[in-house]
C-alpha cells in the first residue's frame, strides 16, 4: 500500500510541482483579493496554463493526481477542523434553515437544469455547491459522480460569482431589511456558499453577526455528509450489480472526513490540531483546483454556454429567499 503510494506520487512528482507553483500564486493573489479567493486563481491560473501552452506528458500524472487525489484527501483533513459537539449546539437551532435551503438548493437545480439541458453532473455540482459550502461540497461530490475536470472548473467558477455578489449585496440588503445580528448570520451562513465569503459578508454587518455566520457555516459543512452519501447510493443504483459494498454507498474520503471529524470532538488531537487541519485543508483544495484547471478544456466549457451560469444565478435567489422565508415562519426575524 504504502509502496504504490510512493510510486503514484513519484510519478506525480512533475505534475504535482506545477499544481503546487500554482497553488502559491492562487495564495498571493487571493491574499490581494480576498473577495475573490486562492481556489478561483488556481482554478483560473490552471485554465491559462492547460490551455495556452502544450504540456509533456510527464506531467499529465500529475495533474490527474491532484485533481482527484488530493481533492479526496483535502475533504478528509478538513473533517478534523469540524467540533460535531459545538455544530450541534448551533445546528439545531439553525437545523430547519439549513434543510430547507439544501432542499431547495437540491431540488430547484434538478428541475431548472433539467429544463435548460445542462448535463446531470454538473447540475448536481452546481446544486451541492450552492446548498452547502461551494467548493469543498463540490469537491466531495464531484468523484462519486465521476465529474469531468470542466465540469468542476465550470460549476466552482459558477458558485464563485454569486459569492462576490452576495459579498457586496447581502450587508445591504440585510440593513434594508432590518435584520437583527442572529437573523442576519443566519442568513449568510445559510445562504452564502464560500467560507470566506460568509465571514466577509457577516463581520461587515456587525461582529455578533460574523460571528454566528462562521459557526452556522461550520454546521452547514456537515452536510456534505449525508448529501454525499445520498449521490452514492444513487450512483449504486445505476450500476447495480446486486453486491453490497459500503465503500459504494460512503466513500472511503466521506468515511475519513466523518472520523476526523468524530476524533476532532473527542479533543484528544490538541485545541491547535482543529485550526491547523482546517489551514491544511484549505491549501489542499487549493492545490488540488490547481489541478482541476490544468485538466480542464477551455474550448468545451466555453461550447457550454451561459446556461450553467443562469443556473447558478436562480438556484443562488432561491436559496437566499427560502432562507430568509425559513426565518420568518419560524419567526427566528
Known amino acids: 500500500m504504502i509502496k504504490k503510494l510512493t510510486d503514484e506520487i513519484g510519478n506525480a512528482f512533475p505534475g504535482l510541482i506545477l499544481c503546487i507553483a500554482i497553488s502559491f500564486a492562487g495564495l498571493w493573489l487571493g491574499g490581494m483579493f480576498p473577495v475573490i479567493g486562492a481556489p478561483v486563481f488556481a482554478i483560473i491560473i490552471g485554465i491559462f496554463i492547460g490551455n495556452v ?26 473533517g478534523a477542523s469540524l467540533s460535531l459537539t459545538q ?59 465521476n465529474a469531468d475536470d470542466d465540469e468542476i ?17 447581502f450587508p445591504f440588503l440585510g440593513h434594508l431589511l432590518h435584520l437583527q445580528d442572529y437573523g442576519f448570520g443566519l442568513w ?27 459557526i452556522t457555516k461550520l454546521a452547514r459543512t456537515t452536510m456534505i455528509i449525508p448529501v454525499s452519501f445520498i449521490f ?4 449504486q443504483k445505476k450500476t ?43 491549501y489542499l483544495i487549493v492545490v ?4 482541476v484547471g490544468l485538466g480542464a478544456d477551455l474550448q468545451k466549457m466555453l461550447k457550454t454556454g451561459p446556461k450553467p451560469v443562469i443556473l447558478g444565478f436562480l438556484v443562488w435567489i432561491l436559496v437566499a429567499s427560502s432562507s430568509l422565508a425559513m426565518q420568518f415562519i419560524l419567526k427566528q426575524i
Open 53 to 78: 501552452f502544450s504540456l509533456s506528458a510527464a506531467i499529465k500524472p500529475g495533474i490527474s493526481f491532484c485533481s482527484k487525489k488530493i481533492l479526496q484527501y483535502a475533504i478528509i483533513i478538513l
Open 87 to 145: 455544530i450541534w449546539k448551533t445546528g439545531k437551532d439553525s437545523l430547519w434553515v439549513m434543510l430547507i435551503s439544501l432542499s431547495v438548493s437540491l431540488l430547484g437545480a434538478y428541475i431548472i437544469g433539467k429544463k435548460m439541458g445542462i448535463s446531470r453532473k454538473l447540475t448536481s455540482l452546481v446544486g451541492v455547491g450552492t446548498g452547502i459550502c461551494g467548493g469543498s461540497a463540490i469537491a466531495a461530490v464531484a468523484p462519486i459522480i
Open 153 to 169: 472548473a465550470f460549476s466552482i467558477s459558477t458558485i464563485f460569482l454569486f459569492n462576490v455578489v452576495a459579498v457586496l449585496m
Open 188 to 214: 449568510a451562513g445559510t445562504a452564502i456558499n464560500d467560507t470566506s465569503s460568509v465571514v466577509a459578508a457577516g463581520y461587515s454587518y456587525s461582529k455578533a453577526a460574523g460571528d454566528y455566520a462562521a
Open 232 to 235: 452514492a447510493m444513487l450512483m
Open 240 to 282: 447495480e450489480t446486486g453486491k453490497f459494498r459500503l465503500n459504494q454507498i460512503l466513500p472511503w474520503f466521506i468515511l475519513g472526513f466523518l472520523m476526523m471529524a468524530a476524533i476532532n470532538t473527542t479533543g484528544l488531537l490538541g485545541p491547535g490540531f482543529s485550526s491547523a487541519a482546517g489551514t491544511a485543508g484549505r
Open 288 to 291: 488540488a483546483l490547481a489541478g
